[in-house]
């Protein structure tokens, strides 16, 4: 007992009297340890976390740390007070941290030369809790790299395209080059024509091996030796498209007006593209070999336009051809090399070749095919070039003749394969140092293109009332419309039409403007960019219709233009919807055509597609184009009024006030349903 009351009484300053130990069943007491010194108070004794009875009641209940959990401490604060002194025996590198719109952790520690731990350490200072990957925006980064001691140099990501235009050319470095000439006029008066006639010229066209290509540019060799490079582009997308981002593809714009028909709105548009563009102008008249020709004619129409000819005193030369004839061809040439030393065109051959991309394709053998006008520098077979959001190395070039060619030098067009992607027309090309700068180029631009399709189609998409409904809450600024036509002369006239009825909060944007029915392709084309599809005299194919009812696409059937104004106009304004809807029901094909005494043609139809209503709209169609619109007046099934017909079956009918009808047209039914305004 005596260790017992030994520990009893060291324990006494402050620690209360232990129990003895419990009796176990049996009787038997567990044997005791040999008590050894008695613990200071706080000290070793409490390092398991134990609390006894007193230190509970007083308050005294900390836990304390063990031995171990110390001596790590204390080694890491060794650690760390040797880190800091070698640290500060050495001189600090302060280092030029290029810091971008956005960065990784991650990246802006590899850019400092800094521990990844310790930027994110600075991160949560600031209060912002990051792991290594996550992306942070160029103010934090800007801080951090403040706090570390580093310069920082802030970026843009449109910097990858700092210096691919080049530097300005010396005087000195200048030599002349062969006029750029373009083509313009209206549909019909022989641009086409003029074009393969002045293609005959060609000196060099006659050689051996020489296969004429279409490119959509060439280069005409004259026997002076003198060259012209002719732009043949259909809609002139390249000439419009490179005017619009402020570069200049031609030099010289030729405009073709037919003698015997005068100034059309198509000759108009290219003088309006000419003069916009601050391009001189050549006057062609053309089908001066027709005897009903009256160029007097043309020149007093040109003066409205302020086109004033030299023979009328003015400053714009007029020259008198016959593209079918082949008259009036060489002094055409030499009005162009007059134009062409007046302008004095001169470039540098001597550095890296840009231009814009005159038309491009895909080709099913070949691969992405551009057609290229090299305006400065020379283009060799093997430079990488980047030509809009596509890059690439130039594997081959080729003339209009089809001739392989190891360089290409001012003022020249060619054919280029090796780029990754098809380009747009219009677009610029340049050569660039190396397949990285090309390739940093390329992801630039096309995410750029992405962003701003996401812009685009980011506006909530549904059928023309809800277009109408987010036009007059404000949120819609914008109406796009896809025109399809049955000729190309109606197809432009809606655009023109529809882009002069913007309004001052809402703008009108005609997306496309063609010919022929209306494909899958269009209907896709008018969801995505929310869009309403105008169809003049032309149907939709059973597919596309399908596709517009499954996603809610509008189609807008129209046979008078001054309708689609109207409609258009009350769109933009976001006054009413439409209270009348088209709801198709079938389409029936004339197998025969019977003449009735006293009641006209009758059409002998088979039902190929829904069914056909007593009552019901029609429409004639002949080659997909309609020919007539109106009302069904009979329908009969044998000799039997009926009310209507259903698909598989054969029918009689006749048109209200209509007799044109022939085997293999077709018949459209529709009705009109009243929807609400």
């Not at 750029?180 to 209206?186: D, E, K, L, N, P």
């Not at 003015?314 to 162009?336: F, M, N, P």
């Not at 081959?396 to 392989?404: E, H, I, S, V």
């Not at 001012?410 to 747009?424: D, K, Q, R, T, Y």
Request: with cysteine.
């Amino acid at each position: 007992a005596a260790p017992a009351e030994t520990l009893r009484l060291r324990s006494s300053d402050g620690d209360d009297d232990r129990r003895a130990p419990a009796r176990r069943p049996g009787g038997q007491t567990p044997p005791r340890k040999s008590a050894g010194p008695a613990p200071k108070k706080g000290g070793d004794s409490r390092r398991g976390g134990r609390i006894d009875v007193m230190a509970a009641i007083e308050g005294d209940d900390d836990k304390t740390r063990s031995l171990a959990s110390v001596r790590r401490q204390r080694e890491r604060e060794r650690r760390q007070a040797e880190l800091e002194r070698l640290r500060a025996d050495q001189v600090r590198v302060v280092r030029d941290v290029i810091l971008p719109e956005t960065i990784t952790v991650q990246e802006l520690a590899n850019r400092m030369a800094a521990r990844q731990g310790e930027v994110i350490k600075s991160l949560m200072k600031m209060g912002v809790m990051a792991t290594v990957t996550q992306v942070i925006d160029a103010d934090t980064a800007e801080l951090v790299v403040e706090e570390f001691g580093h310069r920082v140099r802030r970026v843009s990501d449109s910097d990858v395209e700092i210096g691919i235009e080049g530097v300005e050319d010396e005087a000195a470095e200048l030599l002349p080059r062969a006029p750029v000439v373009t083509i313009m006029g209206h549909v019909d008066h022989g641009k086409t024509s003029l074009l393969d006639a002045l293609r005959t010229t060609d000196v060099a066209g006659g050689e051996a091996g020489g296969i004429t290509q279409h490119i959509g540019a060439y280069q005409v060799t004259l026997a002076s030796g003198s060259r012209i490079t002719f732009i043949d582009t259909p809609g002139h997308e390249a000439f419009t498209s490179m005017r619009a981002r402020g570069a200049s593809v031609t030099d010289v714009v030729v405009l073709v007006v037919a003698a015997d028909d005068g100034v059309m709105p198509q000759t108009i548009e290219a003088i309006k593209h000419a003069k916009a563009a601050d391009v001189p102008i050549i006057v062609a008249i053309n089908k001066m070999d027709k005897p009903d020709a009256k160029p007097d004619r043309v020149r007093q129409e040109l003066l409205s336009h302020e086109i004033v000819v030299e023979s009328l005193g003015g400053d714009t030369q007029e020259i008198q051809v016959s593209a079918l004839k082949r008259t009036g061809l060489d002094k055409l040439e030499e009005a162009i090399l007059l134009q062409a030393e007046i302008l004095d065109l001169k470039a540098n051959p001597d550095r890296v070749a840009e231009g814009p991309v005159i038309e491009s394709r895909l080709d099913r053998g070949r691969g992405p095919v551009a057609t290229v006008l090299v305006q400065k520098g020379t283009l060799h077979k093997g430079d990488i070039v980047v030509a809009g959001a596509e890059w690439g190395r130039v594997r081959a070039m080729l003339d209009d003749k089809g001739r392989q060619l190891s360089e290409a030098g001012p003022s020249m067009p060619v054919e280029i394969l090796g780029i990754a992607g098809v380009p747009g027309a219009g677009e610029p090309f340049v050569v660039v140092d190396n397949e990285n700068r090309a390739r940093e180029i390329s992801e630039f631009r096309q995410r750029k293109i992405k962003e701003k399709m996401a812009a685009g189609q980011s506006a909530a998409r549904g059928t023309l009332d809800q277009m109408l409904a987010r036009i007059q809450a404000g949120e819609q600024k914008e109406v796009a419309i896809i025109i399809k036509a049955d000729v190309q002369g109606s197809a432009e006239a809606l655009q023109t039409t529809v882009l002069k009825l913007e309004h001052e909060e809402v703008r009108v944007r005609v997306l496309n403007a063609s010919v022929g029915q209306i494909t899958e392709s269009d209907v896709q084309l008018a969801k995505a960019s929310n869009a309403v599809l105008v169809a003049f005299n032309v149907r939709a194919t059973s597919q596309a219709r399908e596709l517009a009812q499954r996603d809610g696409v509008d189609i807008r059937y129209y046979s008078i233009i001054y309708q689609v104004a109207d409609d258009v106009e009350q769109l933009v304004k976001g006054k009413i919807a439409p209270k009348h809807r088209e709801k198709f029901l079938g389409y029936a094909e004339i197998r025969q055509v019977f003449n009735i005494t006293k009641v006209g043609k009758v059409a002998g139809c088979y039902v190929t597609e829904g069914l056909v209503k007593r009552g019901c709209g029609v429409r004639l169609l002949r080659d997909n184009v309609v020919i007539h619109e109106g009302d069904l007046s009979q329908l009969k099934r044998f000799k039997d009024d009926v009310r209507e017909v259903a698909r598989g079956y054969e029918c009689g009918l006749s048109f209200a006030g209509y007799n044109d009808l022939r085997e293999g047209d077709v018949v459209e039914c529709f009705e009109m349903e009243l929807v609400p305004a």
